[in-house]
Nanobody, 123 residues
Framework: QVQLVETGGGLVQAGGSLRLSCAAS????????MGWFRQAPGKDREFVAA????????YYADSVKGRFTMSRDNAKNTVYPQMNSLKPEDTAVYYC????????????????WGQGTQVTVSS
């Protein structure tokens, strides 16, 4: 069982930056692919980014490519999405997720989910 806790959300102006964190419990964090998804009001949850267990491979949605960067520190059981050049359309609840499967843009392969953290970008 893995428990995930996201932190770092908040209110930021357009063009600003935020760094979220997702801390995981358990001793096998380094074996998990970690993903980030977001859900805006009235919309489906969508893929944002994912990082392989080693941190070598990262994947991004087209909407955030070039603006968001994923990293992880397996010694701290934490994954960090750095979000730059934020836009009002980035406003959503952001969720981290974990899976033993390879990185995926789809929700189904992810076994564990955090409770989410709100990111609001004002124009």
């Amino acid at each position: 069982q893995v428990q995930l806790v996201e932190t770092g959300g908040g209110l930021v102006q357009a063009g600003g930056s935020l760094r979220l964190s997702c801390a995981a419990s358990g001793r096998t964090f380094s074996s998990y692919t970690m993903g980030w998804f977001r859900q805006a009001p009235g919309k489906d949850r969508e893929f944002v980014a994912a990082i392989s267990w080693s941190g070598v491979s990262t994947y991004y949605a087209d909407s955030v490519k070039g603006r968001f960067t994923m990293s992880r520190d397996n010694a701290k059981n934490t994954v960090y999405p750095q979000m730059n050049s934020l836009k009002p359309e980035d406003t959503a609840v952001y969720y981290c997720a974990a899976t033993y499967n390879p990185p995926s843009r789809y929700l189904l392969p992810y076994d564990y989910w955090g409770q989410g953290t709100q990111v609001t970008v004002s124009s």
